[in-house]
């Protein structure tokens, strides 16, 4: 649930980026090469990214020319200039940063003594991206509860001293993939705002916080990107017996693993989906989208999952400045933000979606800001009251619309152009899901996995317990489409070419097991765990009732789990040294085809969702609770499987 805010407004914003802007030509002067391959590994990675310029806080010869706290007191002075205040009427500093000029203190101890700041409160942020966020979300609590009148906010990064020339003369790195990545990516900058609790005496628009929203991931997932670890994140830099060692085992490389990005985004998207049908964000009211990414190759990624889920915001309101001033990571927004509000004429009413993926190990946070008159009131108001009513209202007006030939040759599985009602069931399916496999990244199986203890006893024993529920999947299917009757006949067709296509998988699986050295060759002989039995009685209990449309929830969740986990965790598999290589088959083959099954899912979902309209309105609210005691009972299946 996001924070929500009564009165707390923008006073002032203010952005620091050091010296003159580098183009691409020139990074090399900068930004040392560390083997043969950095130059076609910069073109690559360059390519992709679409930066064309940043800037650096050190000179060619990776002299500092400003350190971190520097520029984010350059920032913060530019801030109070803006809102025409004085340091001494300020009460709270908060600060963000992924890493400050020292160790300890923290970063807004150190941003104090920099601008010589009388005694106040502090509150350092640590994090990557979303590090400054965390800190305005303090900062706004601290107004709103009314421990202060104003606070200001500030955010800064300097990589550049992680990547400079000297670090890597004569010393003969052959860095990975990983640690290249973030060298030609990230820049120097810094950010600040300062928030009160009452708009500037005399202004003219003001720009209102309406609430912030920020969740992290970091029990289900890795580690993505990383400083201070060995490259496989499994000793700190701290365990090394001296800084010389670990800096040469590459401990002090900056990291990304990008093979884990795609999710993170799959994670933002999901977490934007639920406030929205939560009622927090309407995308026909956000005039303007600020996203943060690191890459344009990412735009294209998040407007497409933001189609998918059917709440896509029109590209012309997007706002990034990456290409001229490349990632600043935890300052990023803050610098955005500050450019926008210089180069845009805002107007009355309009609402600013600001939206900050952090890949550290998941972290996702949204704000959102209104642009008021300065005649509007400023009584208390519940500020996203009226946004559910509204949503609805619109709702109601596109069902009463006449279907357009447009909308009736567009694609069924297509959620943006789907019917309201079709709308509102994918995000109370969205929202399950979104639960369910945070829920499976936690559990004992799969944290086994993630940590590296996985091995092959572990892979045995899961396909041990995993053999005997794909087995059953045919079956129960079959039942529920010889139990389905008018109106829904015609669903039976789609589930039998389903369990058609799968009658054989257990087959596959049982066949991986026996290449992994599972003992048990009669395969009769196999038993499904606890969890295992539970989904299985409940899938064939209800398969057996007359017109079963709830298990399309069922399906779902059993499908979405092949296309949607199983793809993340082969890979993690793979790279266990004691896991034969031809023991993937039946993993490979869902994670692949489960994509194709879904789709003919959505089909049977439209078909009935057609039908619900007509008859008894109930058919939703089945598929949803399916889904979601089927999300249980699939989690203690993963959860009774022994690592």
Not at 35 to 49: A, P, T
Not at 219 to 240: F, I, N, W
Not at 503 to 530: E, H, M, T, V, W
Request: glycine content about 8%.
């Amino acid at each position: 649930m996001p924070t929500q805010f009564e009165r707390i407004y923008l006073q002032g914003t203010g952005r620091f980026l050091p010296g003159a802007a580098i183009d691409n030509a020139a990074m090399d002067a900068y930004i040392a090469p560390l083997s043969r391959i950095s130059g076609r590994i910069k073109q690559r990675i360059l390519s992709e990214n679409g930066i064309r310029s940043r800037h650096y806080a050190i000179d060619a010869e990776g002299n500092t020319l400003y350190s971190n706290a520097a520029m984010a007191a350059q920032a913060v002075t530019e801030c109070l200039r803006d809102a025409g205040c004085s340091l001494a009427e300020v009460g709270l500093l908060a600060a963000g940063t992924s890493g400050g000029d020292a160790l300890m203190p923290g970063f807004a101890s150190m941003l104090q003594g920099e601008l010589g700041a009388a005694p106040m409160e502090t509150l350092s942020s640590h994090g990557i991206c979303a590090s400054g966020i965390g800190a305005w979300a303090y900062a706004a609590q601290s107004i709103e509860l009314g421990a202060q009148r104003r606070a200001l906010v500030a955010a800064s990064e300097m990589p550049s001293r992680l990547f400079k020339r000297s670090r890597y003369a004569g010393k003969g790195y052959d860095a990975d993939f990983d640690a290249h990545f973030l060298r030609w990516m990230l820049s120097d900058g810094a950010g600040a705002l300062l928030l009160g609790d009452a708009p500037n005496a005399g202004a003219g628009l003001r720009l209102r916080l309406r609430w912030i929203h920020q969740r992290s991931f970091g029990g289900d997932y890795p580690v993505c990107m990383q400083l201070g670890l060995s490259a496989d994140r499994e000793r700190s830099h701290l365990d090394y017996p001296s800084w010389q060692a670990a800096e040469a085992e590459g401990a002090l490389f900056l990291r990304q693993d990008i093979r884990l990005l795609p999710h993170l985004f799959d994670v933002g998207i999901h977490e934007y989906a639920g406030l929205a049908h939560a009622g927090w964000i309407d995308p026909a009211t956000v005039s303007h989208f600020l996203c943060h990414y690191s890459s344009e190759r990412f735009a294209p990624l998040v407007d497409e999952l933001m189609h998918k889920a059917g709440l896509a915001i029109p590209r012309e309101r997007w706002y990034s400045n990456l290409i001229e001033r490349g990632n600043t990571g935890a300052a990023s927004i803050f610098v955005m933000l500050d450019e926008f509000r210089r180069s845009h004429e805002l107007q009355a009413g309009q609402r600013i979606l600001c939206f900050i993926p952090e890949s550290g190990r998941f972290t996702v946070a949204f704000v959102m800001l209104e642009v008021e008159a300065a005649d509007a009131p400023m009584a208390p108001v519940r500020a996203m009251a009226s946004a559910p009513a509204a949503i609805a209202e619109r709702a109601v007006h596109a069902s009463d619309a006449p279907a357009s030939n447009e909308a009736e040759v567009a694609p069924p599985h297509d959620p943006a152009l789907a019917p309201p009602a079709l709308r509102q069931l994918l995000g109370e399916l969205a929202a399950i899901w979104h639960g369910y496999r945070s829920r499976v990244w936690r559990t004992p199986i799969i944290r086994s996995l993630r940590e590296g203890r996985f091995g092959l006893d572990d892979y045995r024993q899961w396909m041990q317990d995993w053999v005997p529920q794909v087995r059953e999947g045919t079956r129960w299917m079959r039942e529920a489409a010889a139990n389905l009757r008018a109106p829904y006949s015609e669903l039976g067709g789609l589930i039998e070419t389903h369990a058609g296509d799968e009658q054989n998988d257990f087959k596959i699986l049982f066949d991986d097991y026996r290449k992994a050295g599972g003992s048990i060759s009669d395969i009769d002989a196999l038993r499904r765990n606890p969890g295992g039995e539970a989904l299985n009685a409940y899938l064939h209990a209800l398969a057996a009732t007359a017109n079963p449309i709830g298990l399309l929830g069922a399906i779902y969740i059993i499908e979405g789990t092949g296309q949607r986990i199983i793809p993340a965790l082969l890979p993690l598999m793979k790279a266990r040294p004691d896991l034969p290589a031809g023991a993937f088959r039946f993993l490979e083959y869902h994670g692949a085809n489960d994509v194709h099954h879904l789709q003919r899912w959505l089909q049977a979902v439209e078909i009935v969702i057609a039908i619900d309209s007509i008859e008894t309105g109930s058919a939703a609210e089945q598929i949803i609770a399916t889904a979601a005691r089927t999300a249980e009972l699939y989690l203690m299946q993963f959860e009774h499987v022994k690592a």
